[in-house]
């Protein structure tokens, strides 16, 4: 299997200059080098350096599961393509590499097909960024103040029915954008997806060490949260089960 591999020093030379030290932008450098030299470990080190110092680039978590990927840490891959694919969404490339490292998960929860009015749905809502959804909801209500005056306006009573009815179904088309952009919005911002940090986790029906295990997991799922307690998160697999795991197990992405 290939993996695309971005050597993105150029690209962000500008950036760095504005935000960080040199020595930042030499680790950008040595990361890429020791990349492409195969020195896998030492290029993951580099790019978490990096990450650490306060630099988010989606070129730095796609190269940085790309080394782990080589590495064999399958879990802390998906995870920094999760985190690349929040940042670019539609990036091809990202979606490719992850699509790759899933393959490696002996535990396939995440291939359940979804109901065809989900698949619409996540489709319709992801056409448009929540800001192109916010500003279509605002030219709405604009045409829908226009109408109201023309309705008032109006001498005939036919004419006023017309723009009376166009008025609620530019009202009715502004709630709907609401809605979507809202859905959009909390896609992009939402943090309470994590995946899965460790091999063989049990998940279990209470918050407890001592409750039942209902089902075992593998490193690299993705899972969502759904309730926090100070050491348990109750979470969601893509198959639709419910349980409890540690905090310490996770990794939000």
């Known amino acids: 299997m290939k993996l695309h591999f971005r050597c993105f020093l150029l690209s962000l030379l500008f950036c760095l200059s504005a935000i960080a030290q040199d020595s930042q932008l030499e680790q950008v450098y040595q990361a890429n080098e020791h990349y492409i030299n195969k ?11 990096v990450l650490q110092a ?3 680039a989606k070129e730095l978590y ?3 599961g790309n080394a782990y ?7 802390k891959s998906i995870l920094n393509y999760e985190r690349a694919l929040r940042l670019a969404p539609k990036d091809q490339d990202i979606q490719l590499n992850l699509s790759l490292a899933k393959r490696q998960i002996n535990q396939r929860v995440d291939d359940y097909p979804l109901p065809f009015y989900i698949t619409a749905f996540r489709s319709l809502v992801n056409t448009l960024s929540s800001g192109a959804w916010a500003l279509f909801a605002v030219l709405c209500i604009w045409a829908a103040l226009a109408l109201a ?8 009573v036919k004419t006023q029915k017309r723009f009376f009815s166009l008025a609620w179904l530019t009202l009715a088309l502004c709630l709907l954008f609401v809605f979507l952009g809202y859905n959009k919005y909390y896609w992009e911002s939402n943090s309470d997806y994590a995946i899965l940090a460790k091999s063989n986790i049990k998940a279990t029906n209470g918050p407890s060490e ?9 490193e690299g799922i993705k899972v969502r949260i759904v309730e926090r307690n ?12 419910e349980g409890w795991l540690q905090q310490n197990q996770l990794v939000v992405i």
């Open 230 to 241: 100070a050491q348990w998160c109750k979470v969601i697999i893509p198959d639709g089960r």
């Open 39 to 49: 020195e896998y470990e030492e290029a993951a080190q580099q790019y978490e350096q």
């Open 54 to 56: 306060g630099l988010e």
């Open 210 to 218: 001592a409750s039942k295990e209902v089902f075992s997991l593998s």
């Open 149 to 156: 005056i023309l309705y008032l306006r109006s001498p005939e």
């Open 69 to 75: 990927f080589q590495l064999n840490e399958i879990g």
């Open 62 to 64: 796609f190269n940085l």
